[in-house]
């Protein structure tokens, strides 16, 4: 058998490979729905790279049905194995579903197992000259090999998809023994995994050895006078038969009566439609991703209605899509669904317009209007599905060139169906308060309210999964057909699942409340950060050459195996927790070291300074005179957090830090422009009061109603002290229990971060609950209706699935209680403060002032205007903070403080 090449039969081990996906994978991969999918995921990984490197070759996926009568033999032969477990036994009967659609056949005989089946399978192939590959992570079938190399093993190794193919010469090469010796040397090594009991004392290369000595068991037995060592000797005297048990256990079958037809298996090719529905299915994205190229695509799916979608098709120019869509016009506008795309060459080629990114990028930052829209070098191609009442595509309107500043003013009065509204927003120009699209649905908002788990939203990806066709050979004019069917198929689901309320009053608002602060911007100093930048420098360069005097030489500090070396093994510091690369160096390991050598505060202030320098120092500056405001345009991303939180990108400003000096000082460089001022309203302690509100805990509640300190009302309940006996080491004690405790806090990371030993940071765990009954009320049932329904969701529905919690692993069940409780709590902040940005962005409007937000970070708000308008009973100071409670109807009361400001740093 050569290797690399395709073979001309597989003989798949489906045991093999469905257990080792099922144990290699997180338990906590599931569907939309919660059903647990990491052995199909793993399953079909390993078929797809099967195809991949092979491509389509007949192949039979043998499984177990028996024992083969070798628990008759030895009792005890695999008795060590438990039940198959239960989140396996679910994925179980889908395995098949997987083998059938690449046209392999399922291969099984009552009363045996499958290396058997494979073994008589991969004889009648050697006999026919059909070249063999058995993929298995059993090393037992390397027996099946045979000299000619007819039959070759493929054994999976780490992983899911990492492999070895072995012929003759690799076994040989790795054992120091021919193939048919394996069973040999099963009977000597045994075999844990099938509990084989072999010779006690007798491994891998003993027993390589013996038989590299003698030539087979028989002899090795009758030989024991000339075996070195008195215990081993002995041990094969004792177990002899044991060891001729093993070797039997181990000796594969080749001689069953199996009923395949080898003739129609080598002529059986994949089913492309019934692969894309099981994977689609069971939602195995990645595989399907990288199998969908390789297929031969003889057919789609049909549509969510059963059919392919087509409709009457238009050229229209821009300025005629106006006249167009008014033509059907009721006593409102029609609904219409939108898409633009960049252009493929042959779509430019056929129009006659060559597309030029360079004019492109200038085009859409500042187009003129009244340019033509098909014009060269214009950047998009746009499409227009006029919808009926249903919302299917009634007519599509094909148009040329244009950006989506122009598109969307020819639509800005009509209900749109789009994906991504705020990234089609976003080419619609840098003007002040530009007409924002009216959006009807966001497919992409859509997606992610109903699966805030997956990794990504592509729209074709998504319309595949549903099984949408399309007839047009346009792609603005497909993507707008798909927008609108996709979108038919989520308001379903959203209405089912009670999350339409969700999108509806929380997501798509949102959208041009976070594009509008994008477009705003925030002010940076340069001149100042560069100060500050210089001065960190300077320190970085004074703390790198302390650190390397006290280290005696120079390493790369930056490197956790180097700075390992030499805190550990030069300097004798104490090891705590080993990494992949030796001990562990990370922040919470310097800090249990901190006071054992005064290099490790010189290394903590260098990773600080080193980092902030990065991502801020030597970043911003650019950004900001990229501008020519000096204003930094972050990206919010709305479908990233599962707990419904934003966050933000190039650059991240939701981490500026705060509590440091120099982080502080870096917030000072953030200004106002102009005159102006900046105005920041910030939650009081927004996640311990919603504890309060869903434990209904009395004392934290009247310690928020009466406005005061709620770690020192936890510290005087937990610890039966007075507040004037409360020290601040017990106040550091409630307050991390405080903000740990909706997070799953174990003693183990209390004790870690107060630097106390364990059992007293449970001591103080259990306090806490003897005191906090409902808290701990409110945890207990959080985690049992999770463990019921598989999902949690927010006070404003918005859902989120727990898989972790069916987990056999202690540690991911664990994982799954933590975030069950977090979920309702980060996640209920989340949506409050979602609908505050909305309600502040409305109010400012209504007023008419000019002041506007300008960024958010968790639970702050950042708003920037004239002073005049910022102060008093009627001010935007008074009406942002009253907004920002608003959402909030429940006991504790939210409260908001907020400050003014020339900089960031004193409006903080």
């Known amino acids: 058998m050569t290797k690399n090449a395709a073979p001309d039969l597989l003989l798949i081990d489906g045991n093999s490979l469905a257990y080792r996906a099922f144990f290699a994978l997180p338990e906590s991969i599931a569907t939309s729905t919660g059903e647990p999918t990491n052995a199909l995921f793993g399953f079909a990984s390993m078929l797809v790279k099967l195809y991949q490197d092979l491509g389509p070759v007949p192949t039979a996926v043998a499984w177990d049905a028996g024992m083969s009568g070798r628990n008759e033999v030895y009792p005890e032969y695999k008795a060590q194995r438990s039940k198959k477990p239960d989140l396996l036994r679910q994925q179980w009967p889908f395995l098949t579903d997987i083998t059938t659609g690449f046209g392999y056949a399922n291969v099984s005989l009552p009363g045996w197992e499958a290396d058997?089946?494979?073994?008589?399978?991969?004889?009648?192939?050697?006999?026919?000259?059909?070249?063999?590959?058995?993929?298995?992570?059993?090393?037992?079938?390397?027996?099946?090999?045979?000299?000619?190399?007819?039959?070759?093993?493929?054994?999976?190794?780490?992983?899911?998809?990492?492999?070895?193919?072995?012929?003759?010469?690799?076994?040989?090469?790795?054992?120091?023994?021919?193939?048919?010796?394996?069973?040999?040397?099963?009977?000597?090594?045994?075999?844990?995994?099938?509990?084989?009991?072999?010779?006690?004392?007798?491994?891998?290369?003993?027993?390589?050895?013996l038989l590299q000595q003698f030539g087979d068991l028989e002899t090795v037995l009758a030989s024991v006078d000339q075996v070195s060592g008195a215990k081993r000797k002995q041990n094969l005297i004792d177990h002899a038969e044991n060891a001729r048990i093993s070797r039997d256990l181990a000796r594969i079958h080749t001689d069953l009566q199996i009923d395949l037809d080898l003739d129609a298996l080598l002529a059986e090719k994949a089913d492309a439609q019934a692969l894309r529905e099981v994977f689609h299915r069971f939602e195995l994205r990645d595989p399907w991703r990288?199998?969908?190229?390789?297929?031969?695509?003889?057919?789609?799916?049909?549509?969510?209605?059963?059919?392919?979608?087509?409709?009457?098709?238009?050229?229209?120019?821009?300025?005629?899509?106006?006249?167009?869509?008014?033509?059907?016009?009721?006593?409102?506008?029609?609904?219409?669904?939108?898409?633009?795309?960049?252009?493929?060459?042959?779509?430019?080629?056929?129009?006659?317009?060559?597309?030029?990114?360079?004019?492109?990028?200038?085009?859409?930052?500042?187009?003129?209007?009244?340019?033509?829209?098909?014009?060269?070098?214009?950047?998009?191609?746009?499409?227009?599905?006029?919808?009926?009442?249903?919302?299917?595509?009634?007519?599509?309107?094909?148009?040329?060139?244009?950006?989506?500043?122009?598109?969307?003013?020819?639509?800005?009065?009509?209900?749109?169906?789009?994906?991504?509204g705020k990234a089609l927003a976003a080419g619609a120009g840098s003007g002040d308060r530009d007409v924002p699209p009216r959006l009807d649905h966001d497919t992409l908002l859509g997606a992610y309210v109903l699966e805030p788990q997956r990794r990504g939203y592509p729209l074709d990806e998504l319309a595949d999964e549903i099984g949408v066709t399309v007839t047009t050979d346009d792609p603005a004019g497909a993507a707008a057909v798909r927008v609108a069917m996709l979108a038919i198929h989520q308001r379903r689901l959203l209405d089912e699942t009670g999350l339409m309320r969700l999108l509806r009053e929380v997501e798509l608002p949102l959208v041009d409340v976070l594009r509008e602060m994008e477009r705003e911007g925030v002010r940076l100093s340069v001149p100042r950060l560069n100060e500050v930048g210089d001065e960190v420098r300077a320190e970085i360069a004074d703390l790198q050459a302390r650190i390397h005097?006290?280290?005696?030489?120079?390493?790369?500090?930056?490197?956790?195996?180097?700075?390992?070396?030499?805190?550990?093994?030069?300097?004798?510091?104490?090891?705590?927790?080993?990494?992949?690369?030796?001990?562990?160096?990370?922040?919470?390991?310097?800090?249990?070291?901190?006071?054992?050598?005064?290099?490790?505060?010189?290394?903590?202030?260098?990773?600080?300074?080193?980092?902030?320098?990065?991502?801020?120092?030597?970043?911003?500056?650019?950004?900001?005179?990229?501008?020519?405001?000096?204003?930094?345009?972050?990206?919010?991303?709305?479908?990233?957090?599962?707990?419904?939180?934003?966050?933000?990108?190039?650059?991240?400003?939701?981490?500026?830090?705060?509590?440091?000096?120099?982080?502080?000082?870096?917030?000072?460089?953030?200004?106002?422009?102009?005159?102006?001022?900046?105005?920041?309203?910030?939650?009081?302690?927004?996640?311990?009061?919603?504890?309060?509100?869903?434990?209904?805990?009395?004392?934290?509640?009247?310690?928020f109603r009466e406005d005061r300190d709620v770690h020192t009302a936890t510290a005087t309940t937990v610890f039966g002290v007075t507040e004037d006996e409360l020290d601040p080491g017990l106040r550091s004690k409630a307050k991390m229990v405080n903000y740990g405790i909706a997070y799953g806090l174990t003693d183990f990371g209390l004790a870690e971060r107060l630097n106390i030993p364990r059992d007293e940071a449970r001591e103080v765990i259990d306090a806490y609950f003897a005191q906090f009954t409902g808290v701990?009320?409110?945890i207990d049932a959080t985690i049992e209706q999770a463990k019921e329904a598989g999902e949690v969701r927010t006070m404003f529905g918005r859902r989120r699935l727990i898989p972790e919690l069916r987990a056999r692993n202690p540690q991911m069940r664990s994982l799954g209680e933590r975030l069950a409780v977090n979920t309702i709590i980060q996640g209920t902040a989340a949506d409050i403060m979602k609908l505050a940005m909305i309600g502040v962005r409305r109010a400012l409007d209504e007023r008419g002032v000019r002041s506007r937000m300008v960024l958010t970070i968790h639970d702050e708000l950042l708003v920037e205007g004239p002073a005049d308008e910022m102060e008093g009973p009627d001010g935007v100071r008074a009406l942002v903070e009253r907004e920002m409670v608003a959402p909030w109807k429940h006991d504790p009361p939210l409260k908001v403080e907020g400050g003014v400001g020339r900089t960031w740093l004193e409006a903080k």
């Not at 290099?599 to 911003?620: A, C, N």
């Open 549 to 703: 005097a006290l280290a005696g030489r120079e390493f790369t500090i930056g490197s956790p195996k180097q700075l390992g070396e030499v805190l550990f093994e030069e300097l004798g510091l104490t090891k705590k927790r080993k990494g992949k690369t030796g001990f562990s160096t990370d922040a919470r390991v310097l800090q249990q070291i901190r006071d054992e050598h005064e290099i490790v505060p010189l290394i903590e202030r260098w990773r600080e300074l080193s980092t902030l320098t990065k991502t801020y120092l030597d970043v911003l500056p650019k950004l900001a005179e990229a501008d020519p405001r000096s204003r930094i345009h972050t990206t919010f991303q709305q479908t990233v957090a599962q707990t419904g939180r934003l966050s933000s990108t190039d650059p991240n400003l939701q981490n500026v830090p705060v509590r440091t000096s120099l982080g502080r000082r870096i917030r000072g460089c953030f200004e106002a422009e102009g005159e102006n001022v900046l105005l920041s309203c910030d939650y009081s302690q927004v996640e311990l009061r919603i504890l309060a509100h869903y434990a209904e805990e009395e004392t934290l509640r009247d310690a």
């Open 290 to 420: 990288r199998l969908e190229p390789l297929l031969e695509e003889d057919g789609r799916p049909s549509g969510p209605e059963g059919e392919a979608v087509e409709a009457p098709e238009r050229r229209v120019a821009l300025d005629a899509l106006a006249a167009a869509l008014a033509e059907h016009d009721g006593a409102a506008p029609a609904r219409v669904a939108v898409a633009v795309v960049e252009p493929t060459a042959a779509a430019q080629e056929e129009s006659g317009q060559l597309f030029d990114p360079d004019a492109a990028e200038a085009a859409g930052e500042g187009a003129d209007a009244e340019a033509a829209p098909d014009a060269p070098g214009a950047p998009l191609r746009f499409a227009v599905a006029r919808l009926d009442d249903a919302g299917r595509p009634a007519e599509l309107l094909l148009g040329g060139c244009a950006t989506p500043g122009e598109v969307l003013a020819v639509l800005a009065d009509r209900p749109l169906v789009c994906h991504d």
């Open 776 to 778: 701990k009320r409110f």
């Open 116 to 209: 058997d089946v494979i073994g008589t399978l991969a004889t009648k192939a050697r006999e026919r000259k059909l070249r063999t590959v058995i993929v298995t992570g059993d090393r037992d079938q390397f027996q099946l090999i045979d000299p000619d190399d007819w039959v070759g093993v493929m054994a999976t190794a780490r992983g899911i998809t990492e492999t070895k193919v072995y012929d003759y010469a690799a076994v040989q090469e790795r054992y120091g023994l021919p193939p048919e010796m394996i069973p040999d040397f099963y009977g000597l090594k045994g075999d844990t995994s099938d509990n084989i009991p072999g010779v006690p004392g007798i491994g891998d290369k003993t027993a390589a050895q």
